[in-house]
């Protein structure tokens, strides 16, 4: 069908009310390893962790910035005897990939404490040690603070550490506040930096983290149950299976909107099926914020220990675990398509959807977003050389929200900028990677902000255009010269 046809045809939808569907593709080529957790790096490039665990594989767009037709090449694997399932992690700053921890290694259920450092640029694993004292971390809680460091709840206490990435050395802090312990809960990053968690053995209470005092203060009450009763008893840990760790639950992803709420949702509590409430942030210094009631998840199901994504239009995707997409516009709960896998935004506005054996693009009905939403490029180079490094400014280049998150570990948040340079002559797609950036905040609004990029030596010469992505969201272009 022809781009007119197909305009036609939207338009006459639009005029019988009918909406676009939303799609499901899967990639034309099947990850050799497999592919479970993605991670989007910062030269546009998504990394993936294989069904082995020990492994992983790259996912590369091709030439038109197509992921669905995008190719695999494998990546260094990571230490021996490290082999995590369920960790803390993140993209960092300078662009490499942090994991520590795993609820299980090898298979086995131990909090394993070990963690490894990932460099994009030299395809190297560096092992990375444990906070000083932390015999076990397991499936902890974590997050990029907008300073840029590391931060992972140890999850069977309630203390904090602080990883710097400029020097890879750990520093404890201060947890004063808090209600209960890390364990199965996740953190969401606030746009004053502070971090919004909601408890599971404390339920349905809720509390921020601050930063600057290390201290936690209440956020109120959910309200609503969003945790769902423990189904274990004691799970043997440690070197000789001599600890007892017995699970509190689960609670389901959380997710910062573009108009500044937060979206919690739930796993199956005892009164049925999943709960969601909706936290607003305080607009007064002390205040709590405040808590309303969501939408019940559709057919009896819940999102316990799932994943959601911020798609490009405002809508959160969460994934139940019945195997079923729903898409909550801000009022309303809609079941989409059925699909099962780790969910991760693309630079092309598509959310991977990633099982396994197979690896799936979700392309919302809905892609068009706001332009208050969009990076704004205020500083940049009109001439570049391939192979060198320049520093481009302006304001949003973080988005508005982290964009992904889980019940509590597999963090895989896309809160960075992404520099995607076309050529004006063939169209041609070419992502520069990106580090430094001046900060890992999200909805900094009118902030000065900024990141260097590297130009890539394949890019082609001559008129070209550039733009900043963010969570999907691409800055309106800018002209420039490669040379």
């Not at 509390?207 to 423990?230: C, K, M, N």
Request: charged share 10%.
């Amino acid at each position: 069908m022809n781009k007119k046809l197909s305009l036609a045809l939207l338009a006459l939808l639009a005029l019988a009310g009918v909406s676009p569907a939303q799609t499901l593709q899967t990639l034309l080529h099947p990850p050799p390893g497999g592919a479970f957790l993605p991670f989007q790096l910062t030269d546009g490039t998504v990394m993936f962790q294989a069904n082995s665990s020990q492994d992983w594989w790259k996912l590369t767009p091709d030439i038109t910035g197509s992921y669905l037709n995008g190719t695999w090449t494998k990546l260094a694997s990571l230490q021996p005897g490290y082999v995590p399932d369920d960790f803390a992690s993140a993209v960092l700053a300078d662009g490499r990939v942090v994991i520590t921890g795993g609820e299980y290694n090898n298979g086995q259920f131990t909090l394993t404490n070990l963690g490894a450092v990932y460099d994009p640029v030299a395809n190297t694993w560096t092992p990375l040690p444990a906070p000083p004292g932390w015999d076990f971390i397991g499936d902890s809680p974590s997050v990029v603070l907008p300073d840029g460091r590391f931060v992972v709840g140890r999850k069977l206490d309630m203390q904090v550490a602080a990883l710097d990435p400029a020097t890879l050395t750990w520093s404890l802090l201060g947890s004063a506040g808090k209600s209960d312990f890390n364990a199965e809960e996740g953190w969401t990053l606030l746009p004053d930096g502070t971090v919004l968690t909601f408890d599971v053995k404390n339920a349905p209470n809720s509390e921020r983290y601050f930063s600057a005092t290390q201290t936690w203060q209440t956020a109120g009450s959910t309200i609503v149950d969003l945790h769902s009763p423990s189904q274990f008893g004691c799970l043997p840990y440690g070197d000789m299976g001599q600890f007892c760790y017995f699970p509190p639950g689960e609670v389901g992803p959380a997710l910062l909107l573009p108009d500044g709420r937060v979206f919690a949702t739930g796993s199956n509590s005892s009164a049925g099926p999943g709960h969601t409430a909706i936290y607003t942030p305080p607009t007064v210094v002390g205040d709590p914020g405040t808590w309303a009631v969501g939408p019940d998840f559709p057919n009896g199901d819940n999102a316990g220990d799932s994943f959601g994504a911020l798609l490009p239009n405002g809508n959160a995707l969460i994934l139940g675990n019945a195997g079923r997409l729903y898409e909550f516009n801000g009022v309303t709960l809609t079941q989409t398509l059925s699909a099962s896998g780790a969910l991760m935004v693309l630079p092309t506005g598509q959310v991977v959807v990633a099982n396994g054996s197979v690896v799936k693009l979700y392309t919302p009905a809905v892609t068009t977003f706001q332009a208050a939403w969009r990076p704004r490029i205020k500083k940049f180079p009109a001439t570049v050389v391939r192979g060198l490094t320049y520093k481009i400014t302006g304001q949003q280049f973080n988005g508005l929200s982290q964009a992904a998150a889980f019940g509590d570990e597999l963090e895989t948040a896309t809160n960075y900028p992404l520099v995607r340079i076309t050529n004006t002559g063939t169209g041609h797609v070419f992502y520069a990677r990106t580090h430094g950036h001046s900060t890992m905040g999200v909805a900094t609004g009118k902030a000065k902000v900024s990141t260097n990029f590297d130009v890539p030596a394949a890019a082609e010469t001559g008129s070209s255009t550039l733009e900043v992505v963010a969570n999907g969201i691409p800055s309106k272009t800018v002209t420039i010269t490669v040379n």
